[in-house]
Nanobody, 126 residues
Framework: QVQLVESGGGSVQAGGSLRLSCDASRYTYSSKCMGWFRQAPGKEREGVARIYPGDSTTGYADSVKGRFTISQDNAKNTVYLQMNSLKPEDTAMYYC???????????????????WGQGTQVTVSS
């Protein structure tokens, strides 16, 4: 069974930074589209960033472009989300997800990702 384990969440003041990690070492993640999603209370789930480890192609939501960076460490089968210049509106539970390669094409939709981690909370105070 696929297992994704997130870590790195926490509380930070606006303007600060956090780096989230997603341990995908339980399977061959290079054949998957890896994504980060977030969901705040009362809001819909939002796709934040995605990466296709096979060729390192990345994509971002407009709301995080220029502030967040998704990357991978193939040796560790780990995907990272570096979050800089954090804003209070970035407060949410962040989830790592894995999907078939086509999930990295077109609109980033949670329905295209079949495996999910348990989530890690990010709280940004003003």
């Amino acid at each position: 069974q696929v297992q994704l384990v997130e870590s790195g969440g926490g509380s930070v003041q606006a303007g600060g930074s956090l780096r989230l990690s997603c341990d995908a070492s339980r399977y061959t993640y290079s054949s998957k589209c890896m994504g980060w999603f977030r969901q705040a209370p009362g809001k819909e789930r939002e796709g934040v960033a995605r990466i296709y480890p096979g060729d390192s192609t990345t994509g971002y939501a407009d709301s995080v472009k220029g502030r967040f960076t998704i990357s991978q460490d193939n040796a560790k089968n780990t995907v990272y989300l570096q979050m800089n210049s954090l804003k209070p509106e970035d407060t949410a539970m962040y989830y790592c997800a894995a999907g078939m390669p086509y999930a990295c094409i077109g609109r980033m939709s949670g329905e295209r990702f079949g495996d999910w981690g348990q989530g890690t909370q990010v709280t940004v105070s003003s």
